[in-house]
C-alpha cells in the first residue's frame, strides 16, 4: 500500500502563515506590506493582514487575496487599536459621539466610570451606547462614589449594615449587567468619607464577577505610600486585580519619591497581588477645583455648603486651613492652579486663579486667593482645573515601569470649547512620538504592548489588544517617523499627527488624521 507523505505541523504553519490556501480568498480589508506589532511586545515584522465581518481573519501573505478595499502600509508601523483605561467619557459620548479626540489619538476602545463616578444604572447606560452608535468601543466601571451617594447622599458617616447591603447590590447588579469592576475616588465626595472596610465590602462584590478595583487613591502626595498600601490591601483582601489609577507623586516635597512607590507596586506583585498602574505623560494633572478646599466642607449637599461658606467664623476657618495645606505644598501661591472651564464665565478659562484674584482687585496672598476660590466654588457645580505639582524626573521613572499603562484621564471634547488638559488630544501621539522616538526610554514594541494587550488582559477585554485571527479587527495604521502630539497647554485643541488610518470593527473610522465619520464602536463587556 502506497501511503501519502506525512506534513509536519511545521511545515503545515509556515504554509498557513505565507499565504497557503490565500488564493481565491476575498475579504473585507486587505492591509498590505505592513510592519506588524502584534501587542504582544514581540518584534515587528512583515506580513498582509485580512479583515472580514469586523474580524481579523489572516496574517501572512495574501498579495493573491482580493478584496472590497485595500491599503498600503509600506513604511508604516500596523497595531491594535490603542485601549484607554481611564477616561471620563459619561455625557459626551452621547453629544460627540465620533468621539474625535480619541479616534486621531490612536483609541479604539475607552474604559470610563474612574474615580468613583459612573452612570449607575449600567443596562440602561448601555442600552444608551448601541441606540446612539459611538466611533469608540466602551466599556465601564460602576463608580463607588455614585453608589454611595444613591444609598447615603454627600454625608459624612459610615453605613449602617443595611446601607452597606444596598451598596453591595448596587454593585453586584452593575457586574451583572456587564461593569468591568468597581473604581473608587477617595479624594472626592462623598468616597472621602468611607473608611477601608466599606470599600472592602463593595470590592469582593465586583470580585464575585471577576472584576478589577480600579482606585484614584486617597492621597498622592504627603501620605501616597499609604494610600498605595490601601489601594493594594482593598484588591488583596477582596481577591480581585488591582488598577492604580494615575500613579504619580505630587507636589515638590514629595518629588522623587516615585523611586519606593514603584518598590510598593512591585513588593505587591512578588507576593502574588495582580495590580497594575496606568499614567497620562503630563507633569500636570487635572480635576476640580474644589479639591483644594478641605472635604468637611462639602457633606449634606449645596445648601449644607453654601450654609459654611456664607458663616464667617466658618469661611475664616476654611481659608486658614487651606493656606496652611499651600504652605505644606512650598507654593506662594495658586499661580499652579489653572482654570480649564467656568462655565459661568469663560473669559476665566485658561488663566490662573492668581491671575483672576487680580482681575478681582485683590494682593496675590494666599488668603485672598483662598477667597476667589471659595468665590468660584460657591458659583458653579464644577471648576475643572489644570494643577501644574509634578516632575518630569518621576514621570520618566514611572513611565519605564513594565506594568505601567498610558490613559489620558480625559473626557471626548468638543473641538475648540474651553481649555482642556493637551492628555485629552495627545497622551498616545506624546508616548510615541517623545518618549519612544525621541528619547527612546521604552521601546516601540514595549509602548505598543502597554497600550493594547496589557490593558486588554487586566481589564478582562478578551478579543482585543491583539493582532491574532479571530480578534475583533481594532487597528491603528501610523508613520514611527511622524507620530507626535501637537496639543499644548496654551492651545490644547489639536489633534496628532502621524496616524494613517484608524478601523474600528473593521471600518476605516479615519483615513489621513481626518474622521470618516463612521460610528462602528460597540459596548464592551467582560469577556468580549
Not at 104 to 123: F, R
Not at 326 to 333: A, D, E, I, P, V
Not at 415 to 441: C, D, F, I, K, S
Amino acid at each position: 500500500m502506497i501511503r501519502a507523505p506525512r506534513v509536519s505541523r511545521v511545515v503545515i504553519f509556515l504554509l498557513l502563515v505565507c499565504g497557503y490556501g490565500a488564493v481565491g480568498q476575498s475579504y473585507d480589508l486587505i492591509i498590505r506590506n505592513g510592519k506588524i506589532i502584534d501587542g504582544t511586545g514581540n518584534p515587528w515584522f512583515y506580513a498582509d493582514l485580512g479583515v472580514r465581518d469586523g474580524k481579523i481573519v489572516a496574517i501572512g501573505n495574501l498579495k493573491e487575496a482580493t478584496a472590497s478595499a485595500t491599503l498600503d502600509a509600506k513604511g508604516l508601523i500596523v497595531s491594535p487599536g490603542f485601549i484607554d483605561v481611564h477616561t471620563h467619557i459619561e455625557g459626551n459620548e452621547i453629544r460627540i459621539p465620533t468621539a474625535g479626540n480619541f479616534i486621531l489619538d490612536g483609541v479604539t476602545s475607552v474604559v470610563t466610570g474612574n474615580c468613583g463616578s459612573s452612570s449607575q444604572d449600567i443596562a440602561d447606560y448601555f442600552r444608551k451606547i448601541d441606540s446612539v452608535k459611538t466611533s469608540i468601543n466602551i466599556a465601564t466601571l460602576i463608580g463607588h462614589n455614585t453608589v454611595r451617594r444613591a444609598v447615603l447622599g454627600d454625608y459624612q458617616r459610615d453605613p449602617t449594615s443595611d446601607e452597606q447591603q444596598a451598596m453591595e447590590l448596587l454593585v453586584e447588579k452593575a457586574m451583572q449587567d456587564g461593569a468591568v469592576g468597581l473604581s473608587t475616588g477617595l479624594i472626592y465626595v462623598p468616597g472621602t468619607y468611607s473608611k477601608t472596610e466599606e470599600v472592602v465590602g463593595l470590592a469582593k462584590a465586583a470580585a464575585r464577577f471577576g472584576g478589577v478595583y480600579a482606585s484614584h487613591i486617597r492621597n498622592e502626595g504627603d501620605q501616597v505610600t499609604e494610600a498605595i498600601d490601601e489601594a493594594i490591601s482593598i484588591g488583596e483582601v477582596a481577591g480581585m486585580p488591582v488598577e492604580i489609577s494615575h500613579f504619580k507623586v505630587t507636589y515638590k516635597p514629595n518629588w522623587g519619591r516615585s523611586i519606593h512607590t514603584l518598590e510598593q507596586v512591585e513588593r505587591a506583585r512578588l507576593r502574588g497581588v495582580d495590580v497594575t498602574i496606568d499614567q497620562y505623560p503630563y507633569v500636570a494633572s487635572s480635576t476640580t477645583l474644589s479639591t483644594t478646599v478641605p472635604s468637611w466642607v462639602f457633606p449634606g449637599g449645596k445648601d449644607s455648603v453654601l450654609w459654611r461658606l456664607n458663616d464667617k467664623t466658618t469661611r475664616q476657618k476654611i481659608k486658614k486651613e487651606m493656606t496652611e495645606t499651600l504652605k505644606s505644598k512650598k507654593l506662594k501661591n495658586y499661580s499652579y492652579a489653572l482654570i480649564a472651564r467656568y462655565a459661568p464665565d469663560s473669559t476665566y478659562n485658561g488663566k490662573t486663579i492668581t491671575d483672576v484674584n487680580k482681575l478681582k482687585g485683590r494682593k496675590t496672598k494666599p488668603m485672598e486667593e483662598a477667597e476667589t476660590i471659595l468665590e468660584l466654588v460657591a458659583s458653579t457645580d464644577r471648576v475643572q482645573m489644570v494643577y501644574f505639582s509634578m516632575d518630569e524626573a518621576d514621570l520618566r521613572r514611572i513611565l519605564q515601569y513594565p506594568f505601567n499603562m498610558f490613559a489620558s484621564d480625559a473626557g471626548i471634547n468638543r473641538y475648540g470649547t474651553n481649555m482642556p488638559h493637551p492628555r485629552a488630544y495627545g497622551t498616545n501621539a506624546r508616548v510615541l512620538g517623545q518618549y519612544v522616538r525621541e528619547l527612546q526610554l521604552i521601546r516601540l514594541e514595549e509602548a505598543i504592548r502597554r497600550m493594547t494587550s496589557l490593558p486588554a488582559t487586566k481589564f478582562n477585554l478578551r478579543d482585543r489588544g491583539l493582532l491574532r485571527e479571530g480578534m475583533a479587527a481594532d487597528i491603528v495604521i501610523f508613520d514611527e517617523r511622524k507620530v507626535g502630539d501637537r496639543a499644548t497647554y496654551e492651545k490644547p485643541h489639536a489633534y496628532s499627527e502621524g496616524f494613517e488610518y484608524i478601523i474600528v470593527n473593521g471600518q476605516i473610522t479615519a483615513e489621513k488624521g481626518k474622521h470618516t465619520g463612521v460610528r462602528n464602536g460597540v459596548v464592551l463587556k467582560p469577556g468580549r
